[in-house]
C-alpha cells in the first residue's frame, strides 16, 4: 500500500493493483550531525485528532482530489517547513499511494493548519521514480522525507537523503532497509512475534513449538521467536518448516509434540497469512491437534475475521495495534474522500502529523535524531510508537484472543512503551 519482508512487499504490490489492501498490512517492503545536539526527553506528543473533531463531508473536497495525477508535485499547506511526501501516486501501488496521499491531506487538516508545507512527489512506484522524487524535493528544501512505500525505493530515496543530510520515515515493512536516519513507521513484525510471546510466557506457557513457512517474512519471524522465546526464559522445543501452501508433512513430523497427551509444547507459533492459513489449520485438525492443550499463536496477519471459525485457531492469540483508533481514522477518512481508506493510510496519517507535531515543539531540532528517537514515543492513531536509533521502530500492541468467530482484547495495548532494552 515488511525485520520485515520482501514477501510482504510483494503482498502490499498486489493488493495495490486491485485496491484491496490486508488489514494487517502486509507485504510490501549520512549519519544526522545531531551529536552536538543535548539529548533531552522529549514527552510524548498526542497525534490523536481531538475526539470532537468536526467531519468535512465528501463534497468538500476539492475536485483536484479526485484525479491521482493531480496529486503529483502538488503541495499541501504553505507552512516555512517543508516535508517531502514521497509516493507511488501513478504506476505500480498507484491506488495505495494515493490513499495514503489523502490521508497525508486529512492529517494536515486537522492538525489546524500547521506551519508545514508538504511537498507530494511521485515515485510511480519505481526506485528510479523514488530517487528522483527525493531529489526534486531537496532541491524544494525538504527537510525530512515521508516514504516512499516500497523497500526498494525507501532505499533508493535514502541513498539520496543520507547525502542532504536530511532523515527519511518509511512506510515499507521491510526492516532491512532501516538504518542510522532512516526509520520506519511501519508495521514490523519482529514487535509482533515479541508481544504475543511476552503475553504466553506470563500466562504460564514455558515450551514453545513453531511451524514455519518458508518464506521471506517466515525466516525474519523465526529468528525473532527464537531470540524472544529464550530471552524470556522459555524454550524451543520444535521449529518445522514447509514450503509455501504445503504444510501437511511438516504438520506430521511436529505432531509429537504438540498433540495427544504427551506433548511436551504447550503454544504453537504459526506466522502465516489469512489466505494459506485455512490449509495449516485443517491440516493441524487433521493431525488430531487440539488448541485447548497447546495454544496456538500468531501475529497480525491472524488479525482477519475469515480465521475467527476455524477449529484448529479457537483459543488462540495473536498481536496486534488496537483496532479503536484506526476504526475512527476511517470514519473521518470515509466522510472527507468517501472510500474506505486501506489499512496502511494510518502510517502517512501519523508521519505528517508526527512532523507538524515536531514542527511545533522543537524548533531547529525539530527532526534532528535525538528528537526523532525519543525514548518517550509518540501516541498515534495505532497507538503508542517510537523510533529506535537504527532505524526500527517499536509499537504499544494488543492481544487478541479467537473465540467463536470473534477476537476480542484479552491484553490491552499499554499506553507506555517499556524503556528501550527493556
Do not use: H
Request: hydrophobic fraction near 45%; proline fraction near 9%.
Amino acid at each position: 500500500m515488511a525485520r520485515p519482508t520482501r514477501a510482504r512487499d510483494r503482498l502490499v504490490r498486489v493488493t495495490a493493483l486491485t485496491a484491496a489492501l490486508c488489514a494487517a498490512l502486509l507485504p510490501l517492503g549520512g549519519c544526522l550531525g545531531t551529536d552536538a545536539v543535548r539529548r533531552r526527553p522529549i514527552p510524548q506528543a498526542d497525534l490523536s485528532p481531538p475526539a470532537d473533531l468536526p467531519q468535512a463531508p465528501a463534497a468538500a473536497v476539492p475536485a483536484t482530489l479526485a484525479t491521482p495525477a493531480a496529486f503529483a508535485g502538488q503541495r499541501i499547506g504553505t507552512g516555512t517547513v517543508k516535508v517531502a511526501l514521497v509516493l507511488p501516486l501513478n504506476g505500480q501501488g498507484a491506488s495505495v499511494g494515493n490513499a495514503l496521499r489523502n490521508a497525508a491531506q486529512l492529517a494536515y487538516d486537522e492538525a489546524q493548519q500547521p506551519d508545514l508545507t508538504i511537498l507530494v512527489e511521485d515515485d510511480r512506484g519505481t526506485p528510479d521514480g523514488a530517487r528522483d522524487a527525493t531529489q526534486d524535493a531537496l532541491r524544494q528544501g525538504a527537510e525530512i522525507v515521508l516514504g516512499p512505500l516500497f523497500a526498494g525505493n525507501v532505499q533508493t530515496a535514502a541513498n539520496v537523503a543520507k547525502t542532504a543530510g536530511k532523515p527519511v520515515i518509511g512506510f515499507s515493512t521491510d526492516a532491512t532497509v532501516a538504518t542510522r536516519g532512516v526509520y520506519l513507521l511501519s508495521f514490523l513484525p519482529q514487535p509482533e512475534v515479541d508481544r504475543v510471546v511476552e503475553d504466553s510466557v506470563a500466562g504460564g506457557k514455558r515450551s514453545f513449538a513453531a511451524l514455519i513457512p518458508e518464506t521471506a517474512y517466515g525466516n525474519a519471524v523465526e529468528a525473532e521467536f527464537r531470540e524472544v522465546v529464550a530471552r524470556r526464559g522459555a524454550r524451543v522445543a520444535a521449529v518445522e518448516r514447509y514450503p509455501a501452501g504445503a504444510p501437511g508433512p511438516a504438520v506430521e513430523r511436529l505432531a509429537r509434540v504438540i498433540t495427544g497427551p504427551a506433548a511436551t509444547a504447550d503454544a504453537l507459533f504459526i506466522p502465516e497469512t489469512a489466505e494459506a492459513m485455512p490449509a495449516v489449520a485443517a491440516a493441524l485438525t487433521k493431525a488430531g491437534f487440539s488448541p485447548g492443550r497447546v495454544r496456538p499463536i500468531g501475529t497480525a496477519l491472524w488479525n482477519e475475521p475469515g480465521l475467527f471459525a476455524l477449529p484448529a485457531l479457537q483459543g488462540g492469540r495473536f498481536a496486534s495495534p488496537d483496532r479503536s483508533g484506526f476504526s475512527s481514522f476511517s470514519g473521518r477518512y470515509q466522510a472527507r474522500f468517501g472510500s474506505v481508506p486501506p489499512r496502511v493510510a494510518s502510517l502517512a496519517y501519523d508521519a505528517v502529523t508526527l512532523a507538524a507535531a515536531l514542527a511545533r515543539q522543537y524548533g531547529s531540532q525539530r527532526f534532528a535524531e535525538t528528537t526523532l528517537t525519543s525514548g518517550s514515543g509518540f501516541a498515534g492513531v495505532d497507538g503508542t510508537f517510537r523510533f529506535r536509533p537504527d532505524g526500527q521502530s517499536e509499537r504499544a500492541l494488543a492481544v487478541y484472543e479467537i473465540r467463536n468467530n470473534a477476537a476480542p482484547v484479552v491484553s490491552p495495548a499499554p499506553r507506555v512503551l517499556a524503556k528501550p532494552g527493556i
